[in-house]
């Protein structure tokens, strides 16, 4: 698992590939990579590729995007 450390020691910009990529992020609070940066400073240093950040999902939500998953409509 990627820490503050590893990035202290490889340096954002002496990566050949990204520790995060397309992932999908629901928060009900502002995305901090490590606590450094959000997301697209995270990307402006290749630390991230594609990942998105939406709402935070209400129970509902995620009830309902579950069942489409399982297909249980």
């Known amino acids: 698992m990627f820490d503050k450390h590893d990035l202290a020691l490889s340096g954002p910009s002496n990566t050949t590939m990204p ?10 609070v502002e995305y901090r990579f490590q606590g450094l940066w959000d997301l697209e400073q995270a990307k402006a240093r ?15 939500g995620v009830e309902v995007a579950a069942r489409a998953l399982l297909g249980l409509q």
């Open 19 to 28: 520790y995060t990529a397309r992932n999908r992020h629901y928060l009900g």
């Open 46 to 60: 290749g630390v991230d590729v594609g990942s998105v950040v939406y709402p935070e999902m209400s129970p509902q």
